[in-house]
């Protein structure tokens, strides 16, 4: 009966280590319990200190406008649109792992999805940042909402993409809040029944809201976490793909592209596994976690990368293909001058990004580089990079040349005040997963321990045993018997 | 909000390949099962203490197809009643455009009744105290609560439950809802405190 889901013994272990329940609560535990390291004070002050300067320069748009940025006439979006798609895209990976993988019975998903899930709605905080205060007017920002008003009332208008993404987002983030913090209950009850001092057990007490364990609870709260997964998977696809809709259904060359919303869906999951790479190369090291999240986890993520790089690099070509074949001069302009000709002003954008997206994840083909630290974490970099720059080429170089020539603006350039906004997003990003890595459990307690009998690693050798014992009689039976 | 002072007899169980047979003894012994307290979801363990399924997914259900009528109607009665707006000559009634909200506000719906009604359920809000039979149950212990009546002989439950393979076994009055409290400072329950 211990055994309740069978796994072959081929596969690699998950969890690494001679680990029993108790082990698994402490590993991941104790980081909580104990006085946070220097390193952690640097890394987080320095995030502070990003954040404040992007408050600053927010307060600085704010106070004298939007002429604070270097947007022009024809480029009215820049950095601050590259920046939200960016990190909407970054925000996806963190639903993907909890929700399909889940659906898909991805015993993996385990490892990471705590963390992956925290980086969603940190990164999804961050992109709601840059439509808000684009609006110029920040304090009329509840104009989005329908919502009975005296001016007719005066709805908003349904019809536009750009209202759309209003919904999209912010059901997104409250889905995948409630979606992380049902998950955490359980773990946080499991912190506040080890808390020794007054305060912890009184926080935790609150945050984990009187969770005990109950069976009739699991059975409710395993019903809630595969109907939400079920709600979770459409909507992460039509997260991006609405965002996709705030350019294809527009008709400026270059955007109005029937593409985009499969593109931008697997450009999104592209770039959100990167940066959950890059932060969980760095956690794991950091809390010495290297046993739950494991070689074979990285490698894993590595494949999706390099699945869903190989997408974006097929709609790319796709793109450009259809660009010459529509017989459109204009949209085939975009794709050859404004793009492609890498002596045009941003041609080397787009050429950084095909090598970042397309050239650079086909490394992962080879199993030695996939498992290779160094090498993904360098990669996750590079791909995030490059991801930037796709959002960047899609917006800049479709505008900077509109159908009057005499309005081209030769070259934009961000003020240090857009750079400081795009700055302080990070500052506010990783100011969160610092609080996060500090004061929640990063990986999910429960549910290693629920895999723990099946994919860890001292009970697959204990069943390598058995099943080595089980077959070795069946063949000594089956002999004797034939004879 | 209390749900009435009983008499447990507690046993905990390290290993869930123990608890599964446990549970299937005591059961056909003919004690009453409170409930098992565990550290992860044990599947298969809702059945075999003889719960029925949960509901939870109906009433998902039901908040998603409240969220698509909400969004659908509310956009239909603005746009063609209240304040029909000539958008480029569409027709008012542009119900392809509206599919993307209503999606969104189907599964808005959906997620947030859905773990409202958990949380109603099992009852988990902040502030919120229940007895804990076990500290270690959240921790790496399979915690069984056996309810006794007037007519149960402790002695016997206790020696079966040690048969059964429980580690630690011992008896304890308990509330069984919960109360308004803090995990960080012992609390009497409400109405002990008010006399009741």
Redesign the interface.
């Known amino acids: 009966?211990?055994l309740?889901?069978y796994e072959s013994q081929q596969r690699e272990p998950l969890v690494g280590g001679n680990k029993?329940?108790?082990q698994v609560?402490e590993d991941i535990i104790s980081p909580i319990e104990m006085k946070p390291s220097r390193l952690w004070y640097i890394g987080f002050y320095l995030s502070v200190s990003l954040l404040l300067f992007g408050v600053y320069s927010v307060y600085r748009e704010v106070t004298y406008g939007i002429g604070q940025w270097n947007l022009n006439k024809t480029i009215g979006w820049g950095w601050d649109i590259t920046n939200f798609v960016w990190w909407v895209g970054i925000g996806h990976a963190g639903t993907l792992i909890s929700a399909i993988l889940l659906l898909f019975r991805q015993g993996w998903r385990t490892g990471v999805n705590r963390a992956a899930e925290a980086m969603t709605i940190f990164a999804v905080m961050c992109a709601g940042q840059f439509p808000i205060w684009h609006m110029g007017r920040v304090w009329m920002a509840f104009f989005v909402l329908?919502y009975p008003n005296s001016r007719?009332?005066?709805?908003v208008?349904?019809?536009s993409?750009l209202?759309?993404d209003v919904?999209?987002i912010s059901?997104y983030f409250?889905?995948s809040l409630?979606?992380w913090y049902?998950g955490l209950?359980?773990d946080l009850?499991?912190v506040?029944?080890?808390?020794k001092t007054?305060?912890r057990?009184?926080l935790?007490?609150?945050?984990s809201?009187?969770?005990?364990?109950?069976?009739?609870?699991?059975?409710?709260?395993?019903?809630?976490s595969?109907?939400?997964a079920g709600?979770?998977t459409?909507?992460v696809l039509?997260v991006h793909t609405?965002v996709s809709?705030d350019f294809a259904t527009s008709i400026v060359p270059g955007w109005h592209t029937t593409i985009f919303p499969p593109y931008f869906v697997a450009g999104a999951i592209f770039s959100g596994f990167a940066m959950v790479q890059t932060l969980l190369i760095v956690v794991r090291k950091v809390m010495g976690l290297q046993e739950y999240i494991t070689l074979g986890h990285i490698e894993a993520m590595n494949k999706v990368i390099v699945l869903t790089g190989s997408i974006v690099g097929c709609a790319y070509l796709t793109e450009l293909f259809i660009a010459w074949y529509g017989q459109n001069p204009y949209e085939w302009y975009a794709f050859s001058q404004n793009r492609a000709n890498l002596f045009s002003p941003y041609g080397w954008s787009y050429w950084l990004m095909m090598f970042c997206n397309v050239v650079s994840p086909q490394l992962f083909w080879s199993r030695k580089l996939r498992r290779n630290i160094t090498v993904t974490f360098f990669m996750s970099i590079v791909v995030n990079i490059g991801m930037w720059y796709e959002r960047f080429v899609i917006i800049v170089t479709s505008v900077y040349r509109d159908y009057l020539p005499s309005s081209w603006s030769t070259y934009y350039s961000p003020t240090i005040w857009e750079i400081g906004f795009y700055l302080g997003t990070f500052g506010l990003f990783f100011t969160c997963f610092f609080l996060f890595a500090k004061y929640f459990p990063v990986i999910a307690v429960?549910?290693i321990?629920?895999i723990l009998k099946t994919s860890g690693e001292n009970y697959k050798v204990k069943m390598t045993d058995i099943e080595k014992a089980d077959a070795e009689k069946f063949y000594s039976e089956e002999v004797e018997h034939a004879h | 909000m209390a749900g009435g002072i009983k008499k447990f007899v507690v046993g905990s169980f390290s290993?869930?390949?123990v608890l599964?047979?446990a549970v299937k003894n005591v059961r056909k012994a003919g004690y009453k099962i409170h409930?098992?307290?565990?550290?992860?979801?044990?599947?298969?363990?809702?059945h075999a203490?003889g719960?029925r399924?949960?509901s939870?997914?109906t009433a998902?259900f039901i908040y998603?197809i409240t969220g698509t009528t909400t969004a659908l109607s509310?956009?239909s009665w603005?746009?063609t009643k209240?304040?029909p707006?000539n958008?480029g000559g569409?027709p008012h009634f542009?119900l392809p455009?509206?599919i993307?909200?209503t999606?969104?506000?189907t599964?808005?719906f959906?997620?947030?009744g859905?773990?409202l009604t958990?949380?109603y359920?099992?009852?988990?809000?902040?502030?919120?105290?229940?007895h804990?039979f076990h500290?270690?149950?959240?921790?790496?212990l399979f915690v069984m609560a056996i309810e006794c009546t007037d007519k149960t002989n402790d002695a016997e439950v206790q020696s079966f439950l040690e048969k059964a393979g429980a580690k630690e076994i011992n008896i304890q009055v308990a509330e069984t809802g919960?109360w308004i409290g803090?995990?960080?400072?012992e609390q009497k329950l409400y109405r002990d405190e008010k006399g009741y």
């Not at chain 2, 359920?121 to 229940?130: A, I, M, R, T, Y």
């Open positions: 009966m211990s309740l889901k029993d329940y108790h609560t329908p007719g009332p005066l709805w208008n349904f019809n993409p209202l759309w919904f999209a059901t409250t889905v409630l979606f049902s209950l359980p009850a499991t506040r029944d080890r808390a007054k305060l057990k009184l935790y007490g609150v945050a809201f009187g969770w005990t364990g109950s069976t009739k609870h699991w059975q409710r709260h395993e019903s809630l595969l109907v939400l709600l979770s459409p909507l039509s609405i809709f429960a549910e321990k629920s | 290993d869930e390949a599964f047979p409930d098992v307290y565990t550290p992860f979801p044990v599947h298969g363990l809702d203490i719960l399924e949960t939870l997914h998902g998603a509310f956009m603005v746009f209240d304040w707006l958008i569409k542009a455009a509206w993307p909200i999606f969104e506000l599964v808005l959906s997620a947030v859905m773990v958990f949380c359920l099992c009852q988990l809000s902040p502030f919120v105290k229940k804990h500290p270690r149950s959240t921790d790496d919960w803090r995990y960080d400072r």
